[in-house]
């Protein structure tokens, strides 16, 4: 059932809507009696398309239907929290490091040095070393002392197959 048509040019501008010259299109025969009543029927007009979304009406009566997502709607909430907390950690980074540094050069310069070792642990110490000095004197008079008996045992070995005779050296 074919009530009529209009074919209009529609202009948007922003939230307004203009119509060019409406002309009525050709109206089809109808087909019962039943659309010969509803012909004569007035179509209520369409209430106007949300801000969001655009209507255009082409010369031959075909609509198209443009529309723009939500602005909640085109980046997940996921994406954002990263965003953000990328941004927090950068500015985190820029200026706490320079703050920790600062804190850091203030606190070695209250310290005054080093510390001064008492005087107990430094006679300690110097005990402590004077026994490694003598151990290390006793260790190199017991090597001097494995030498000189390796040395004899060799010798009395030579001297021993010198005195035996020349077939039977073992």
């Given at each position: 059932?074919?009530?009529?048509?209009?074919?209009?040019?529609?202009?948007?501008?922003?939230?307004q809507?203009?119509?060019?010259?409406?002309?009525?299109?050709?109206?089809?025969?109808?087909?019962?009696?039943?659309?010969?009543?509803?012909a004569?029927?007035?179509?209520?007009p369409?209430?106007?398309?949300?801000?969001?979304?655009?209507?255009?009406t082409?010369?031959?009566g075909?609509?198209?239907v443009?529309?723009?997502?939500n602005?909640?709607?085109?980046?997940?909430?996921?994406?954002?929290?990263?965003?953000?907390?990328?941004?927090?950690?950068?500015?985190?980074?820029?200026?706490?490091?320079?703050?920790?540094?600062?804190?850091?050069?203030?606190?070695?310069r209250?310290?005054?040095?080093?510390?001064?070792?008492?005087?107990?642990?430094?006679a300690?110490?110097?005990?402590?070393?004077?026994?490694?000095?003598?151990?290390?004197v006793?260790?190199?008079r017991?090597?001097?002392?494995?030498?000189?008996?390796?040395r004899?045992?060799?010798?009395?070995?030579?001297a021993?197959?010198?005195?035996?005779?020349?077939?039977?050296?073992?």
């Open positions: 059932m074919v009530i009529g048509t209009f074919n209009a040019d529609l202009i948007v501008q922003g939230n809507t203009t119509r060019g010259s409406a002309q009525p299109a050709p109206r089809a025969a109808p087909a019962t009696a039943q659309d010969a009543q509803a004569d029927v007035a179509v209520p369409t209430p106007p398309a949300p801000a969001h979304e655009f209507v255009f082409g010369q031959h075909e609509r198209t443009i529309g723009i997502p602005s909640n709607d085109i980046i997940p909430q996921q994406a954002v929290d990263i965003s953000i907390a990328f941004f927090l950690t950068m500015a985190l980074i820029i200026i706490g490091l320079p703050l920790a540094r600062a804190f850091a050069r203030r606190m070695d209250k310290s005054g040095g080093t510390a001064p070792i008492p005087t107990e642990v430094t300690q110490l110097g005990h402590l070393s004077q026994a490694v000095d003598a151990i290390a006793e260790v190199e017991i090597s001097e002392g494995q030498r000189f008996t390796t004899l045992l060799s010798e009395q070995r030579d021993a197959r010198d005195a035996l005779p020349s077939g039977t050296n073992r």
